[in-house]
Structure formats: structure tokens, C-alpha cells
């Protein structure tokens, strides 16, 4: 039987220091046509809970990885050309990246372990001008979302990017090719200024 274990070895980064790709704001090859941006709920209450920087530190160190907060976002994921394409939403290679930003922004990768099956890729065909959302409901990213954590540990200002790992069809000039005559891209979000108020 396949369990999901927490291995024992993580990373954690702190002070907003980034360890995802948002935070290399890549280019996607010229002539991708999309653009994403992130959308939602910008202002939340910090869980006294959760702790202090030092606080998960220690929990790091034992492996003991709390729960990432709650969001209520969505990833708006734009078809800014003339005509209709398909756009890879769910599967292993869709992953979104999370970089957050701010004093008391706590990052870190748990290295979860994941079930060996591959799950392929599907697609939706998004209008000219049109969108589709892929929800974001934690502070989460990676592959499966299991990637990669990201905490407030302060209340404050912050800023959140993201970058959506997927594929497009027809293929953009430039672009590594995939099953199907699919192009990969990757797309990086302008900033999402998020507000956390003390309980």
C-alpha cells in the first residue's frame, strides 16, 4: 500500500529568501500566448498558531511541517492571442510556483513522498481573450502542491508571485517540444500584495 511518508530531510528558508522559480522570473519564449496573473482574497488573519520564525525552525528540525495557510486565490490564466489554444491544467508536469515575500515570509521544501504513478496531463481549450482559473487554496506549489511550503509568520505587507509550469498548443516558436505537438512554457504573474492583520 502506497502511503504519503515525510522523509527526513527538508530545507527552510527564511526571512523571504525564495527557493522557487518564481523567484528567477523566468521569460516565457516569445510568441507564448498567455499571461497569468494571481486574483482573490488580499487580506487575511494571522493563526497565532502557526508561530513564530523560530518556532517553525525548531518544528523544521524534527520534522514536523504545519499545515500551510489557508488562501482563497486563484491563478487567472489568460489566452492573449486571436485564436483558440489548449493549455495542459492538471497533470504531473502542471505545477505552479510560489515565491512570497515580506518580513516573516518562511519558505521550505518537505521532500513528501509522492505515489509512484504518473499522472498524464489534460488539457482545456481556452477562447481567444479568454481565461480559465486554477485555484489556489494554501500556500502551497510545487508538484502535486506538495513542493514547496510557504508560512507568514508576522503581520505585515507581502507579496505574492507565481509561476504556472504547463504546455501549449499550438507550440510557440522557441519552445521545448512535448507529447502531442505541445510547446512547454512557463509564466511568470505580476506581484499579489496580500495584507495580514493580528488576530
Request: glycine letters at 10%.
Amino acid at each position: 500500500m502506497n502511503r504519503s511518508i515525510l522523509l527526513a530531510t527538508a530545507v527552510a528558508v527564511l526571512g523571504g529568501a525564495a527557493m522557487s522559480d518564481a523567484a528567477d522570473k523566468p521569460k516565457a519564449p516569445e510568441g507564448t500566448p498567455l499571461s497569468v496573473t494571481v486574483e482573490g482574497t488580499a487580506k487575511y488573519t494571522l493563526d497565532p498558531a502557526l508561530g513564530s520564525e523560530e518556532d517553525l525552525k525548531k518544528g523544521f528540525a524534527v520534522d514536523k511541517f504545519p499545515n500551510p495557510p489557508k488562501v482563497d486565490l486563484k491563478l487567472v490564466v489568460k489566452n492573449t492571442s486571436d485564436k483558440p489554444v489548449q493549455v495542459w491544467t492538471s497533470g504531473d508536469p502542471v505545477t505552479v510556483e510560489l515565491n512570497l515575500k515580506g518580513d516573516g515570509a518562511v519558505s521550505v521544501q518537505p521532500r513528501l513522498a509522492m505515489t509512484a504513478d504518473y499522472r498524464s496531463p489534460r488539457s482545456t481549450e481556452v477562447a481567444a481573450g479568454k481565461t480559465i482559473d486554477i485555484p489556489l487554496k494554501q500556500l502551497s506549489g510545487g508538484k502535486r502542491g506538495m513542493g514547496q511550503f510557504w508560512y507568514w509568520t508576522k503581520a505585515g505587507e507581502y507579496e505574492l508571485t507565481a509561476v504556472l509550469n504547463t504546455a501549449v498548443s499550438p507550440a510557440p516558436a522557441g519552445a521545448d517540444k512535448a507529447d502531442g505537438g505541445y510547446g512547454l512554457v512557463k509564466v511568470a504573474s505580476p506581484a499579489f500584495k496580500i495584507a495580514v492583520e493580528k488576530k
